[in-house]
């Protein structure tokens, strides 16, 4: 390896606060690698719950290693040498498991970079014996694994909890990773890709998958795994310090442009002791805590958990939060723990806008709820917003300034009162219709028309003291979308784009793809998708219902607190359910757990 980079892994290192032992033996070598830079993949939380889980087993040794810089990319490049793990420098190609956490699209390049840096054939059909067993995991591959999966020996589809024991069991049998691959074909939660061939209509539609049948993606229980959360601290990411830990997961909102909604479904939780137990066993390392969760004030526990935080000497922090829950007294709590900013997603600027996206809230009430965060001393607010949404008018996209105006008019107002001034910072993504939502036969808004909705909205916002902007561009979404919505064919794009050493766009046209098939054409109904090899869980009739829904104008109610629902499919109670919805989260408040799931799946 080069030295100048193993000085720095060196570095990095000796940086980290690990909160549980260092594992250094193990028969199994797996490299866990983040298709990103250390900065981003210490960040996550999957990343780091994964490692976990790995080194959990007597019989694996699991290291991790990161896309290096473009500097030390170079360096590699030029001196010959391999990329290799971050512990103990060894070389990718060298491990027995290459195993990705791959949690975003625009990193499926940095998948492939990070092979060819390794040593290892980048598709599946091009390894050997002596190669090491690719696995690709993680939210991204869990909606549309197609576009990876000629480079993936083995895809797991699902959330780690569910998947790594079964995965373990098999790739460390005495037959070796290999020959554990094809006891996996047939378990749910596992694709082999090379077990399936895809046949196309003649107008490029997929029009059959002929192999094993649908994937089930499978789900975690709380009841069964161990509490998400930071195994190793360090000052070298955005999270600098902070023990991260997931409180629960899922949201029953139903947002239909938003794809965690749907696919971390049924909610599920760790209970306030458990939590807080955990917090206090680390309280030596840290004062600083994040609460990860799609729906932090759903938990029923959650004012008490954050007084039990504060009373311990944390600063909490939380991710975006969900403004139909948001309470006085929860943001007064997170105030006297001294969080400084708040993170809120009104999405878009018009109650119109929501209506179609299912968002039930209103402007006004974005309005009170901002009041209470800034009368609370919290001087700083982040606002999510997205352009390029179906049904957007001009009118919409003036309606985000005219709600950003009237959100730092109060901050002003109370501020001013104060002598202490914040900071609105509006963050503006072009809106990527994702599969396993209703909008995945939509097509995405033509990128000249989004860049001037995000021209026009740079300039507003640039008119407004006190007020930064995050602009991403109509580019990204390029990208991003033509990786969640491609089929298999996009592989060879992929490959072009490393091997030529250009971005997509170019690997598109060098593969001979064109990108408006897969961004500006509005999908059949009945057409086979890509991605309807995976089974979530939720009916695709279900989705077409929210779709009318949304071109209707109108809203669907939150998920029930019922058991035996059958309204999207995934608390079905069939012959063989494997998960429900509790009728209420504090039904078993008895228990350090609140969801249990129904008799397990054979």
Same mark, same amino acid.
């Given at each position: 390896?080069?030295?100048?980079?193993?000085?720095?892994?060196?570095?990095?290192?000796?940086?980290?606060?690990?909160?549980?032992?260092?594992?250094?033996?193990?028969?199994?070598?797996?490299?866990?690698?983040?298709?990103?830079?250390?900065?981003?993949?210490?960040?996550?939380?999957?990343?780091?719950?994964?490692?976990?889980?790995?080194?959990?087993?007597?019989?694996?040794?699991?290291?991790?290693?990161?896309?290096?810089?473009?500097?030390?990319?170079?360096?590699?490049?030029?001196?010959?040498? +391999?990329?290799?793990?971050?512990?103990?420098?060894?070389?990718?190609?060298?491990?027995?498991?290459?195993?990705?956490?791959?949690?975003?699209?625009?990193?499926?390049?940095?998948?492939?970079?990070?092979?060819?840096?390794?040593?290892?054939?980048?598709?599946?059909?091009?390894?050997?014996?002596?190669?090491?067993?690719?696995?690709?995991?993680?939210?991204?591959?869990?909606?549309?694994?197609?576009?990876?999966?000629?480079?993936?020996?083995?895809?797991?589809?699902?959330?780690?909890?569910?998947?790594?024991?079964?995965?373990?069991?098999?790739?460390?049998?005495?037959?070796?990773?290999?020959?554990?691959?094809?006891?996996?074909?047939?378990?749910?939660?596992?694709?082999?890709?090379?077990?399936?061939?895809?046949?196309?209509?003649?107008?490029?539609?997929?029009?059959?998958?002929?192999?094993?049948?649908?994937?089930?993606?499978? +789900?975690?229980?709380?009841?069964?795994?161990?509490?998400?959360?930071?195994?190793?601290?360090?000052?070298?990411?955005?999270?600098?310090?902070?023990?991260?830990?997931?409180?629960?997961?899922?949201?029953?909102?139903?947002?239909?442009?938003?794809?965690?909604?749907?696919?971390?479904?049924?909610?599920?939780?760790?209970?306030?002791?458990?939590?807080?137990?955990?917090?206090?066993?680390?309280?030596?390392?840290?004062?600083?805590?994040?609460?990860?969760?799609?729906?932090?004030?759903?938990?029923?526990?959650?004012?008490?958990?954050?007084?039990?935080?504060?009373?311990?000497?944390?600063?909490?922090?939380?991710?975006?939060?969900?403004?139909?829950?948001?309470?006085?007294?929860?943001?007064?709590?997170?105030?006297?723990?001294?969080?400084?900013?708040?993170?809120?997603?009104?999405?878009?600027?018009?109650?119109?806008?929501?209506?179609?996206?299912?968002?039930?809230?209103?402007?006004?009430?974005?309005?009170?709820?901002?009041?209470?965060?800034?009368?609370?001393?919290?001087?700083?607010?982040?606002?999510?917003?997205?352009?390029?949404?179906?049904?957007?008018?001009?009118?919409?996209?003036?309606?985000?300034?005219?709600?950003?105006?009237?959100?730092?008019?109060?901050?002003?107002?109370?501020?001013?009162?104060?002598?202490?001034?914040?900071?609105?910072?509006?963050?503006?993504?072009?809106?990527?219709?994702?599969?396993?939502?209703?909008?995945?036969?939509?097509?995405?808004?033509?990128?000249?028309?989004?860049?001037?909705?995000?021209?026009?909205?740079?300039?507003?916002?640039?008119?407004?003291?006190?007020?930064?902007?995050?602009?991403?561009?109509?580019?990204?979404?390029?990208?991003?979308?033509?990786?969640?919505?491609?089929?298999?064919?996009?592989?060879?794009?992929?490959?072009?784009?490393?091997?030529?050493?250009?971005?997509?766009?170019?690997?598109?046209?060098?593969?001979?793809?064109?990108?408006?098939?897969?961004?500006?054409?509005?999908?059949?109904?009945?057409?086979?998708?890509?991605?309807?090899?995976?089974?979530?869980?939720?009916?695709?009739?279900?989705?077409?219902?929210?779709?009318?829904?949304?071109?209707?104008?109108?809203?669907?109610?939150?998920?029930?607190?019922?058991?035996?629902?059958?309204?999207?499919?995934?608390?079905?109670?069939?012959?063989?359910?494997?998960?429900?919805?509790?009728?209420?989260?504090?039904?078993?408040?008895?228990?350090?757990?609140?969801?249990?799931?129904?008799?397990?799946?054979?």
């Amino acid at each position: 390896m080069e030295r100048r980079l193993r000085v720095r892994h060196r570095g990095l290192l000796q940086d980290e606060v690990r909160l549980s032992p260092e594992k250094r033996t193990g028969t199994l070598r797996v490299a866990l690698c983040y298709p990103n830079l250390y900065f981003v993949g210490m960040s996550n939380l999957g990343f780091q719950g994964v490692y976990q889980l790995l080194n959990a087993y007597e019989d694996v040794l699991c290291e991790r290693a990161f896309l290096p810089d473009d500097v030390d990319r170079e360096d590699l490049e030029r001196s010959g040498h +391999r990329l290799s793990s971050f512990e103990s420098g060894t070389d990718l190609n060298q491990f027995e498991v290459l195993a990705f956490s791959v949690s975003f699209e625009n990193d499926y390049l940095h998948v492939l970079r990070m092979l060819s840096l390794g040593g290892v054939p980048l598709r599946a059909a091009d390894r050997g014996p002596g190669d090491p067993v690719v696995v690709l995991g993680g939210a991204a591959l869990f909606l549309n694994p197609e576009p990876l999966a000629p480079f993936a020996d083995l895809v797991a589809v699902g959330e780690g909890e569910a998947l790594v024991p079964k995965m373990v069991e098999a790739l460390a049998g005495a037959g070796g990773p290999r020959r554990g691959i094809e006891s996996l074909t047939e378990k749910d939660g596992f694709y082999v890709p090379s077990r399936y061939e895809v046949r196309y209509n003649a107008d490029g539609t997929v029009a059959a998958y002929d192999g094993p049948g649908p994937v089930t993606r499978q +789900r975690g229980w709380p009841e069964k795994m161990a509490l998400p959360q930071s195994v190793i601290l360090t000052p070298n990411t955005e999270m600098s310090m902070k023990f991260m830990v997931e409180i629960s997961r899922g949201c029953p909102c139903m947002c239909r442009f938003c794809w965690a909604g749907y696919n971390y479904l049924p909610v599920r939780g760790f209970s306030r002791k458990v939590i807080v137990d955990r917090a206090r066993e680390v309280r030596a390392f840290t004062r600083r805590i994040g609460l990860v969760s799609t729906a932090v004030c759903d938990h029923p526990e959650i004012d008490g958990i954050v007084d039990d935080l504060a009373g311990l000497g944390y600063e909490v922090s939380v991710a975006s939060l969900r403004l139909d829950d948001l309470t006085p007294q929860f943001v007064f709590k997170l105030a006297d723990t001294g969080v400084q900013g708040l993170t809120l997603a009104p999405e878009c600027g018009s109650d119109r806008m929501r209506r179609i996206l299912n968002k039930q809230f209103t402007n006004a009430e974005i309005l009170d709820k901002a009041t209470w965060i800034f009368e609370n001393g919290i001087q700083n607010l982040k606002l999510y917003y997205m352009v390029g949404l179906p049904g957007e008018t001009h009118e919409d996209v003036e309606a985000i300034v005219s709600l950003t105006e009237q959100i730092r008019a109060r901050m002003l107002a109370v501020g001013r009162s104060r002598g202490r001034i914040g900071r609105i910072h509006p963050s503006v993504n072009p809106f990527v219709p994702k599969p396993g939502t209703p909008y995945q036969w939509l097509p995405m808004e033509d990128p000249k028309e989004t860049d001037r909705k995000l021209q026009f909205l740079r300039k507003a916002f640039g008119r407004m003291p006190n007020v930064d902007a995050i602009m991403k561009s109509a580019r990204t979404g390029f990208s991003q979308s033509i990786l969640a919505l491609g089929d298999r064919r996009v592989a060879d794009a992929l490959e072009r784009a490393c091997l030529d050493g250009v971005d997509l766009k170019r690997g598109m046209k060098a593969a001979g793809l064109d990108p408006a098939f897969y961004l500006f054409r509005g999908r059949g109904r009945d057409e086979t998708l890509p991605w309807d090899l995976v089974d979530n869980g939720v009916s695709k009739a279900y989705y077409l219902r929210e779709l009318d829904k949304s071109l209707a104008e109108r809203l669907s109610p939150h998920c029930p607190e019922v058991q035996g629902c059958i309204r999207c499919g995934v608390c079905v109670e069939a012959p063989n359910p494997s998960y429900r919805l509790p009728e209420k989260w504090k039904a078993l408040g008895t228990s350090p757990l609140y969801l249990k799931p129904a008799a397990a799946r054979p």
